[in-house]
């Protein structure tokens, strides 16, 4: 059946009513945090529908190396998402097998600095 992204999103958004007033009226996209490093399998950005999600090497480039050697050969090599871009329809959630990615208002304490990343990688400010 149809929905359209709003009622999609509404749904999922549903997970940050927790949170300070704020943060869960924003309309901030997904977040790639520092656990992709190591994996960085393009999974990702291959399931995203508007291709918002990108890297500082080539996603052929990632994927022709084997994954037990993608941490030695690319250390600390992340993607990243963009913070304009993204529609957070939440399809590149199910798809990473680290759990690296969360909604802006659910990124773990510890990992809320990947928020500014992210935007930084496009080269814009975290919001
Ligand atoms: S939430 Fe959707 S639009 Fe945003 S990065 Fe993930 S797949 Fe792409
Ligand atoms: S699916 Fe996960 S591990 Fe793979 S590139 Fe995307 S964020 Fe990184």
């Not at 690296?100 to 990947?114: F, G, N, Q, W």
Request: charged share 25%; hydrophobic share 40%; glycine share 8%.
């Amino acid at each position: 059946m149809y929905l359209p992204w709003f009622f999609l999103v509404a749904g999922r958004r549903e997970a940050c009513w927790g949170q300070p007033a704020e943060e869960k009226f924003q309309t901030m996209p997904h977040v790639i945090t520092r656990h992709c490093a190591g994996t960085c399998d393009t999974a990702c950005a291959q399931a995203c529908p508007i291709d918002c999600i990108h890297g500082p090497i080539a996603d052929a480039t990632l994927r022709s190396v084997p994954a037990a050697e993608r941490g030695v050969r690319f250390p600390g090599v992340q993607l990243y998402i963009d913070p304009d871009e993204c529609i957070d329809c939440g399809c590149c959630v199910a798809v990473c097998p680290v759990s690296a990615i969360h909604m802006d208002c659910d990124v773990p304490l510890e990992l809320r600095d990947d928020i500014e990343a992210n935007a930084r990688f496009f080269g814009r400010r975290g919001r």
